[in-house]
């Protein structure tokens, strides 16, 4: 079956840097785009960014552009998110989500269980 | 960057009630909107898709409506299992495909 399994989160100081990584199962990685996704602690759902099947498209939330980088690779079945300059509101559950398409629409049809980011001294 | 708003941010109800769960959207987003089910600790899954399509293996007491701004989450007839908050998400054009902030089903 489909599967996603997050990890790399952690405790990390402000200004600080982190490595998430998605390995995935059951399916054919390299045939789908891929997103991050967050929940700050009681909070709703923040998109964070996605990639494209073969890596070349890439989107990223205001928020986090310019210091988080998506990237896959389609050998080892990863997704990864490089976080850098990490600030106490990027303290979230961090999602991979497998991404869908049917007549134009996409969805995120897959996610993994989460991987906890703490940012704080 | 495209604005979500759900209503309402939460509701009280009671098994077997019929729910009814709007998001509306700051700009047409045609049919470009899902619907995801998140239950306390857990990763949200995929109900609807493109507005009105049941995703594989959801409950036909599920059901979504509307184009363009406004859109409607239909649970028929509530079930234990469907207390949980809800989201819905546009997926019109390119990234960044924003959520609403939520809804949030619970036990009158």
């Known amino acids: 079956q489909v599967q996603l399994v997050e990890s790399g989160g952690g405790l990390v100081k402000p200004g600080g840097s982190l490595r998430l990584s998605c390995a995935a199962s059951?399916?054919?990685?390299?045939?789908?785009?891929m997103s991050w996704i967050r929940q700050a602690p009681e909070r709703g759902l923040e998109w964070v960014s996605y990639i494209s099947r073969s890596g070349d498209t890439i989107y990223y939330a205001d928020s986090v552009k310019g210091r988080f980088i998506i990237s896959r690779d389609n050998a080892k079945n990863s997704l990864y998110l490089q976080m850098g300059s990490l600030r106490a509101e990027d303290t979230a559950i961090y999602y991979c989500a497998r991404g869908g398409c049917r007549g134009g629409s996409c969805y995120l049809d897959a996610w993994g269980q989460g991987t906890l980011v703490t940012v704080s001294s | 960057d495209i604005q979500m708003t759900q209503s309402p941010s939460s509701l009280s109800t009671s098994i077997g009630d019929r729910v009814t769960i709007t998001c509306r959207a700051s700009q047409n987003i045609r049919t470009f909107l899902n619907w995801y089910q998140q239950k306390p600790g857990k990763a949200p899954k995929l109900l609807i898709y493109?507005?009105?399509n049941l995703h594989s293996g959801v409950p036909s007491r599920f059901s979504g409506s509307g184009s363009g701004t406004d859109f409607t989450l239909t649970i028929s007839s509530l079930q234990p299992e469907d207390f949980a908050t809800y989201y819905c998400q546009q997926s019109y054009n390119t990234p960044p495909w924003t959520f609403g902030l939520g809804t949030k089903v619970e036990i009158k």
């Open positions: 493109a507005a009105s």
């Open positions: 059951g399916f054919s990685f390299r045939d789908y785009y």
